[in-house]
Every structure is written in structure tokens, then in C-alpha cells.
């Protein structure tokens, strides 16, 4: 299997733009047999944009819901449905500069999605956070998630027929980041509840 890696991951940028290219097409469909006999992973196109098949256009946006998302420290994972543990590779998105690509994550064409095997349905969701310094989901202190969805995993095996292509995230609704309360203003509530308190004993 690390062959079949290393020849896919040498072609996959001649293929980004056009997935059924016969080279990749081949290659991914023994890659998928051989990875069988292993378990193998359910996979999806990791991407807010696919303008070609099954289209996908679901841009994200600021907390004011009008600014698109945009520069490579703000950072996008698959979770599972009420998860905060990514179980995909995590994206950055585009620089601002990319005017055209704002609001868009970096797509990737092949991520595989952690405890699952192809032809497999999960609820899923797509988290965004701001990674500056290295931040996780949980630690950033502006975060969001879409709706719940469902997608059917590629690398379905059926019979003798060979797996299916990494699934779209058809299902995805573009979303807005929402800022998180820092740890400071969390411990001024029960002061601020003392306070409150007293003036109305008062």
C-alpha cells in the first residue's frame, strides 16, 4: 500500500481538476482493492466548492455574516455529528489576497475519514476555527459549525466492481463562525452574579 500512496499522492495535483483522469482513475481503483483486504477507509472530497458533477458552493463567513472567510491560519476538519475530535486532515483556507478563492477552503480531493470503511452513511459536520499559534477547535476563540449532514463514504467495494470516487460534501450549508467567550470575561459571571444580587438585596 505505501507504493500505491506514493504514486497517487505524485499524480493527484494533475488530477485535482479533472477527478476522472484514467491514470488516477486507475491507480485510485487498485490502490482501493488492495486496501480491502485491509479495512479500507471511507473517504470524501474534502471541499466548500466543487463546480463540476456534484456541484458544492457553501462559502463561510466572519461573525457578521457578510465577510467570507479567508487567510491560512483559519482552519477546516470533518467532525462527526456533536464531536469536537477532526477525523480528517485539517485544510487552512485561502490567503486574502485570492480574491476569487475567499470564503473557500483548500480542498482535499482524497481525505480519508478515521474509524469508518467505505460505503459507510455518517452524520457529519464541518468545523471551522481560527488557528493562530497552533490553536485546536476548542481552544480558538472563533469557532463554528455547519449543520449536521450525511454523505455516503467512497471506497465502496460492491461485488467485483471497484470503489467509488471520495464523496462530495452535498449536504453542506454555508455557516458562520461565531466568537467564543474568553476565560476571562467566563470568570467575571459569578462576581457579576454576586453583584447583581446584592443590589437587589439592597
Given amino acids: ?93 485561502y490567503d486574502c489576497t485570492v480574491v476569487g478563492a475567499r470564503g473557500y477552503f483548500k480542498s482535499v480531493p482524497d481525505a480519508e475519514v478515521s474509524g469508518t470503511l467505505g460505503g459507510e452513511t455518517v452524520q457529519v459536520q464541518v468545523g471551522v476555527w481560527d488557528g493562530t499559534g497552533g490553536l485546536g477547535y476548542l481552544q480558538a476563540a472563533i469557532r463554528g459549525m455547519s449543520e449536521p449532514f450525511s454523505v455516503t463514504l467512497g471506497n465502496e467495494v460492491v461485488g467485483s466492481q471497484p470503489p467509488t470516487f471520495p464523496a462530495h460534501l452535498a449536504g453542506l450549508e454555508s455557516f458562520r463562525l461565531v466568537p467564543e467567550p474568553s476565560a476571562g470575561a467566563l470568570s467575571l459571571v459569578p462576581c457579576m452574579a454576586v453583584v447583581f444580587r446584592r443590589r437587589r438585596e439592597a
Fill in 1 to 93: 500500500m505505501p507504493l500505491c500512496v506514493q504514486y497517487l499522492d505524485e499524480i493527484k495535483p494533475i488530477a485535482e481538476t479533472n477527478m476522472k483522469t484514467t491514470l488516477y482513475t486507475t491507480l485510485l481503483a487498485f490502490c482501493g482493492l488492495v486496501a480491502v483486504t485491509q479495512g479500507a477507509q471511507g473517504t470524501v472530497y474534502l471541499g466548500n466548492r466543487v463546480i463540476v458533477g456534484n456541484v458544492v458552493d457553501e462559502p463561510i463567513y466572519m461573525p457578521d455574516g457578510v465577510t467570507p472567510v479567508c487567510g491560512t491560519e483559519y482552519k477546516a476538519s470533518l467532525f462527526f455529528e456533536n464531536d469536537t475530535t477532526p477525523v480528517t486532515v485539517i485544510t487552512t483556507f
